[in-house]
């Protein structure tokens, strides 16, 4: 399944490359894509278990960038 997530106040590039790895690290995810200047997340998931991939995804953001929110 293919997602694209709005972002909000995500203040640096270098933290968007960091939110990358750490997403791309948890089970489930195939890819993750985030464009600084569009302020856009676009995924590739499992279907399976969506919900829960979809709050460890929130956890690392916030965890990385803590002001930085995601518009699903």
């Known amino acids: 399944m293919k997602k694209v997530i709005a972002m909000e106040d ?3 590039a270098n933290c968007a ?3 990358e790895r750490n997403i791309c690290q948890i089970p489930g995810v195939k890819s993750c894509n985030i464009n ?3 302020q856009r997340m676009t995924l590739e998931l ?3 278990n969506l919900e829960n991939i979809i709050k460890q995804i929130k956890a690392t ?3 990385t960038e803590p002001d930085c929110r995601l518009k699903i």
């Open 36 to 38: 600084f200047l569009l």
């Open 61 to 63: 953001v916030r965890k």
């Open 46 to 48: 499992d279907d399976e």
């Open 10 to 12: 995500l203040d640096c």
């Open 17 to 19: 490359a960091k939110m």
